[in-house]
């Protein structure tokens, strides 16, 4: 019986320390397949998520890389944000709102957020000639987080290719020219 249960701990051990933990993400996207083996690296990434409708949602790896990019954005558009509001974005998976809405977004529940952004996602429309809302977060994540973050973009394999080829050109129009693309590995079988 020793000998199992120390068989138990070690398996147990293990799993724990190997296992890498899934994000709560706001939409659920089922990516397409591919047979690219790259692997997206862990750490200083922005992840760019596209539902199946089109709609633009944005994550970080950690609280503090979103709060940066949160506190530029802010003051770009002029929205006022509280201490409980910042808190509130830094326990958040994702954004995908308008700047217009992000006040009301922060103060919801956080069991909430994801139900309440689900159908409305960051415009990807550019305003005044300018930069869109879209390119104005690539732009503050990539001014708080420095020249080595990655871009990742997850879209649904449903998503239609006049949204990604739009997304793709934002990401152009500001020299954003390397990004990984999320997929799911094929089997051999598929």
Not at 29 to 44: A, F, R, Y
Not at 64 to 86: C, E, K, P, S
Not at 170 to 177: A, G, H, K
């Amino acid at each position: 019986m020793t000998p199992m249960s120390d068989v138990m701990t070690l398996l147990l051990c293990f799993f724990m320390l190997t296992s890498t933990f899934v994000k709560n993400e706001a939409v659920k996207i089922l990516t397409p397949g591919s047979v690219s083996e790259i692997k997206v690296p862990e750490s200083n990434v922005l992840d760019i998520l596209v539902d199946d409708k089109g709609k633009v949602f944005l994550g970080w790896d950690t609280p503090d890389a979103l709060q940066g990019a949160l506190t530029d954005m802010a003051d770009l558009f002029g929205v006022n944000l509280t201490g409980a509001d910042i808190e509130s974005a830094r326990k958040a998976t994702n954004i995908g709102v308008s700047m217009t809405d992000l006040t009301q977004f922060l103060r919801i529940e956080d069991n909430e957020k994801n139900m309440y952004q689900q159908d409305k996602g960051i415009p990807t429309d550019s305003i005044d000639g300018g930069m869109s809302e879209f390119q104005c977060w690539v732009k503050a994540s990539r001014d708080n987080n420095g020249a080595d973050m990655k871009i990742a973009i997850k879209a649904d394999e449903k998503t239609s290719y006049k949204v990604m080829k739009k997304l793709m050109s934002e990401l152009q129009d500001m020299n954003e020219n390397r990004y990984y693309l999320i997929t799911t590995l094929k089997t051999s079988e598929d």
